[in-house]
């Protein structure tokens, strides 16, 4: 999905390239510095902000002057400790300071309203209650990988928060029973985060994962069955990360060493999966990989033009 990057000291860039949403006041005596990096999933923006202090706000004057109907779920990173917020872009909004690290996404009114009733009364409001911690962990979950999602990707990911913002945020029936599922959703994903960050590690097993997640065996067998269960997953995710690596000309360390990186314990147990899985060995896929690329002189595509972000906030 288009993303894009900036940082930049100059406070004249970042207003002209980002700040459109609010006024800010900057600290005379502070230099400014600030990383942004925004994602466009289709139907919603992810930022994240690492920044130097400012305050920020929406007047009556810039609500009737730049008419967004969106609201932002902004989370506060503050050392180990978070804040979520919710902001209405429809109502005004005193000067406020901003964490220096957040993570923001910006989705249409009607996407939010349709899922939190009475959405509008969390305007500003420092947002708890149970599950919030979830949704919590979902937004940066999400936010790590926003870039890299594939456009149906993005769609269920966008449904996925908006059905947990609907069983976190929402007391109504309906809301409740939208979040039923997208709380098993966001813990599935939170576990698969959990092991393809881990697949070289060869004690990746359930009880391991179980312990690390908080979660029982049980529970997590019940997550995974859908799936074909816990080491079907693990084994899958191995594989798929091992055909990447042998597809790619530029990798150059030996089948074993990919295997063994991989947790796989013998290259025999890897090349017997790996024949099982694509139906081809191994070294098969690396040398069709390096021939094709010798042949084409293949380059990686270039990278989608981003559109400005008030161009995506406003297609939104």
């Given at each position: 999905m288009p993303s894009s990057e900036l940082k930049s000291s100059d406070v004249s860039t970042w207003s002209h390239r980002v700040g459109v949403m609010f006024e800010t006041r900057f600290a005379d005596d502070q230099a400014f510095s600030i990383s942004l990096r925004n994602s466009h999933l289709g139907g919603m923006i992810v930022s994240e902000m690492r920044t130097s202090p400012f305050h920020f706000a929406r007047s009556p004057a810039k609500l009737r002057s730049d008419m967004l109907d969106h609201f932002m779920l902004r989370l506060d990173l503050v050392g180990q400790q978070s804040r979520l917020n919710l902001i209405d872009f429809?109502?005004?909004?005193?000067?406020?300071?901003?964490?220096?690290?957040?993570?923001?996404?910006?989705?249409?009114?009607?996407?939010?309203?349709?899922?939190?009733?009475?959405a509008e009364y969390l305007h500003g409001a420092a947002l708890g209650g149970p599950g919030?911690?979830?949704?919590?962990?979902?937004?940066?979950?999400?936010?790590?990988?926003?870039?890299?999602?594939?456009?149906?990707?993005?769609?269920?990911?966008?449904?996925?928060?908006?059905?947990?913002?609907?069983?976190?945020?929402?007391?109504?029936?309906?809301?409740?029973?939208?979040?039923?599922?997208?709380?098993?959703?966001?813990?599935?994903q939170r576990a698969q985060a959990y092991i393809n960050a881990r697949l070289g590690d060869p004690g990746l097993r359930p009880g391991q994962i179980a312990r690390d997640l908080g979660l029982s065996r049980s529970a997590l067998y019940r997550l995974f069955e859908p799936l074909g269960g816990v080491a079907s997953v693990v084994l899958e995710r191995r594989l798929e990360r091992a055909y990447r690596l042998l597809s790619d000309p530029r990798e150059t360390r030996q089948v074993s060493t990919i295997a063994h990186a991989l947790?796989?314990?013998?290259?025999?147990?890897?090349?017997?999966?790996?024949?099982?899985?694509?139906?081809?060995?191994p070294s098969d896929v690396r040398m069709g990989a390096r021939a094709t690329s010798a042949s084409s002189g293949a380059q990686l595509a270039p990278a989608l033009a981003d559109r400005p972000f008030a161009a995506w906030l406003s297609g939104l």
């Open positions: 429809g109502q005004a909004l005193d000067y406020a300071p901003l964490a220096t690290h957040n993570i923001c996404i910006i989705l249409p009114r009607r996407t939010v309203t349709d899922a939190v009733g009475r919030v911690d979830l949704l919590k962990g979902y937004v940066q979950l999400l936010n790590q990988q926003a870039p890299y999602l594939q456009t149906a990707q993005a769609d269920g990911a966008a449904r996925a928060l908006i059905d947990l913002m609907a069983g976190t945020l929402s007391g109504t029936h309906q809301g409740q029973e939208r979040g039923r599922a997208a709380v098993t959703l966001a813990a599935t947790g796989f314990g013998s290259e025999s147990h890897f090349a017997r999966a790996f024949r099982q899985r694509f139906g081809h060995r």
